[in-house]
């Protein structure tokens, strides 16, 4: 089975997908390519695209989400024939071209955006390959009721109901869960965690981080718990890419043997098996991954959009906490330090989510999915 993972660089968690899916594919030994979708219009149109995401993400995240907000209030307007339809679906030839080319038997699409462009292709190369799209968030994002793919890979069970539409039918949505890499699937004791992160093997460790930009409030949610925390606490900041952050965190924290400033952490496996809690923002593929490793967390409602529905969704579920303000998040994070049994009890809550390995799955129905076509159809394909 030769697949191709079409994402967008509209955010890390739409690559972190595609990349966590890829490695178990490669695993195997099966041939799998990872292609940005909006390349396919061009390379310009990509970049800007991505800077532009970028920058509203990390500098107006009120604007992120009332653009959200707007699409979602708007379902029109990634309907066939509306002006944001026709420019993304521009890039359809050479995406058929690509899969005629490298013999592709499968698309798994890792962005709503990708998706609309392969509801495209197959209008005039109806059933060329396989296809499905994957849900990135705990929610079904705007533009996913207009595509039409073969499989519809979702976090949980319990979010059927809002991807059925006309267009996809129960059986066509396959609770998979969120993919993320393989690291997350395997634990280190929680002292040799320490030990390799240079942190105390006693007293408590939590780990701020919101997100591989580094966004959210997080220098005034580091002055709020560097003020509030005993000596026995541990504080761990992840800036991820910003760098400017780190640099002024790491001026300001130097003299406090409490905090450790991270940049770029590569490693997130060893460092989420050595905290105790994790202050983050609920972004798709963070919150999942510290769900796969048991690990309670407390959520910032940084830049809401589709986030606010993964806040919902493990706040629901036992494994989360939240707070309204950067003061409460501090004094809930706090709190649930000094509180064992809560965070034993919201451990118990997501470990059902670390049972399931999404990547597994994924490959598993595609595979499926390409030998029931051959048995069909064997020239059915690109």
């Known amino acids: 089975m030769n697949t191709l993972i079409l994402s967008c660089n509209t955010g890390q968690g739409h690559n972190s997908c595609a990349a966590a899916i890829k490695e178990y594919f490669d695993r195997l030994g099966q041939p799998c390519a990872v292609e940005d979708a909006l390349a396919f219009i061009s390379g310009g149109f990509s970049a800007f695209i991505s800077w532009g995401h970028s920058t509203v993400y990390r500098r107006l995240p009120w604007l992120f989400r009332l653009g959200y907000r707007y699409t979602e ?121 320490r030990r390799l992160m240079g942190v105390p093997e006693e007293g408590k460790h939590l780990v701020l981080m919101c997100g591989s930009m580094g966004c959210g409030p ?45 940049g770029y952490v590569e490693d997130m496996s060893a460092l989420m098996d050595s905290a105790d809690l994790c202050l983050t923002k609920p972004g798709g593929i963070s919150t999942t991954e510290a769900a796969v490793k048991s690990l309670p967390m407390v959520l910032i409602n940084a830049v809401s959009g589709c986030e606010r529905y993964n806040l919902s969704y493990f706040t629901a579920l036992g494994g989360a906490r939240t707070g309204a303000g950067v003061k409460a998040l501090a004094q809930t994070a706090l709190r649930l330090l000094s509180s064992p049994r809560e965070l034993t009890q919201m451990r118990a809550a997501l470990a059902p989510l670390g049972e399931r390995n999404a990547a597994e799955i994924i490959y598993s129905e595609m595979k499926k999915l390409v030998e029931q076509r051959e048995n069909e159809d064997p020239a059915s394909c690109c």
């Open 218 to 262: 997080m220098k005034r949610l580091a002055r709020q718990l560097a003020r509030r925390m005993g000596p026995d606490v541990t504080l761990t900041i992840v800036c991820g890419t910003n760098h400017r952050l780190y640099r002024r965190l790491t001026r300001r924290y130097r003299a406090d043997r409490r905090v450790q400033v991270l």
């Open 73 to 193: 209030r708007h379902p029109a307007v990634f309907r066939a024939h509306s002006p944001v339809y026709k420019l993304l679906t521009r890039g359809t030839g050479k995406l058929y071209s690509y899969l005629r080319d490298h013999s592709i038997d499968a698309v798994i699409c890792a962005h709503p955006f990708a998706a609309l462009m392969m509801t495209e292709l197959f209008k005039q190369h109806p059933g060329c390959v396989a296809s499905a799209n994957l849900a990135t968030d705990y929610v079904c994002h705007p533009g996913v009721h207009d595509t039409a793919l073969d499989l519809y890979f979702i976090p949980d069970a319990a979010l059927a109901p809002g991807f059925e539409s006309p267009g996809i039918r129960p059986e066509q949505i396959i609770p998979s869960g969120l993919p993320v890499r393989q690291m997350f699937y395997t634990a280190r004791p929680m002292a040799a965690a």
